[in-house]
């Protein structure tokens, strides 16, 4: 039988939560407050299994093809964040690293680091 | 005819015929049958079910989760039919005109279409005039009725919407005349893109006093009567993005204006940010994907945020 934790809000394992995330991304990037509200409202999640989670999340939407973005001025507009590194566990760390330097704390809703694909960061065609 | 040695003859007949030609015989001959000693499909089937024989529990399970889905897809396609019913016989519904192989039945196509002021009846009559004249749009397919009455509906609620805040907005799609199902189809999908931009741009330069309610039901209440969430899982995301109906997507949307208060939206958000009495916060923004999405931007301890519902 499974041990892992059950979602409060919605039901299922914490797997599924995770896998399913990059399920969202064709109509926004991810964003960071999210994750965390998730981990900290669906899992009641703190510290140290609250990072693990955000890691597993990030993994996982990175699998899915999605990169670090953060929302320009306007809109609709999401640029590339290369700070963070290259390979998943960079990033990962990267994020979770800077996460922590700014007190762990939720960041508010619709700021901060996303993860997006590539039509949320690539230049749109004209016309 | 010249003489061949029937020994000849079998070997020409093995070196020239593939393989794989029983695929091709007609199904029983004796042809069909695949060279060598394999059993029929049928016969393999207690094989393959032989590890799950024993466990009864387990097929039982199985079959009640089937009786289940048969029951729900039952369900729906009454839904449909008592739709389709009720359409069938709204007094506002056109017909095919006459002339036509449908001529007199009743046809889906605008019966959802905004109802009409006296005004701008004539300009209406003579739309329908021209479109006597155009064309006639070929019987329609099941799947492209499903996805019209759904179209219809999308349209008709976002025309509705826009209406509440500006009574004489007409979409500028009511004055095509598409002449195929698809062109229809598309005109109704273009009427609920006119409609929902039209519909933030108004909310956008909206007052910032709250919207009167006496007593609004706090997000919770809204979003999950009873503890259940509305709308469906969307299939290929969490359980956060759901898909709801665009009737229970204006009953969602009106509850929650319910005593909500416009506030300056991040400038990055596509839409529009309302704060509620109870603190919570949702966004209304058009998807390119889903048209007009309600977004939970500050949730409360039952309702996370990033929680999303799109129209079906």
Redesign the interface.
Known sequence: MTQEPQ?R????PMS??IA??P??L???P??L??II??GQ??FGLQGEALANFVRRCIYSLIDAGAKPVA???????WELQTQYGKSKQEIAEAVIAEWLRQGGQKPE???GVWFGLPWSYLPKKNG | MSYIDPAAAEHLRKRWTRNDAYRFAPPGSPEAKMPGNWPSPTALAPIVDAPFADDAAEREALERKLLQLRREFAALKLEYALRRFQRKYSPDQPRVPAGNPDGGKWTSGGENAPKESGSDRARSTEISASRRNSRPIPPLSPGQQVRLDFANARAQEAVARVQQLDPNWKSSQSLTDPNSAEGLIRAKEDMTREADARFLALSRAGEDAPYPAPNPRTTAEVLAPGGQ?VGDR?R??????RTITPDQFETIRTALMAGARQIEA??????VWYQRQDGT?FGL?I????GL?LDV???D??V???L?F?QR
Request: net charge negative; hydrophobic share 20%.
């Open positions: 979602d809000i919605f039901g299922g599924d939560v399913f995330m399920g969202s064709n109509d926004l991810v964003g407050w999210e509200d998730r409202k669906s929302g320009g001025n306007k809109p609709n507009q809703p619709w700021t | 969430l969307d290929s995301a969490g359980e956060n993005i991040d400038a990055r958000y596509d839409g916060r923004r998807s390119s994907d889903y999405t931007i500050r949730g301890y039952y996370p945020e990033g999303r799109h």
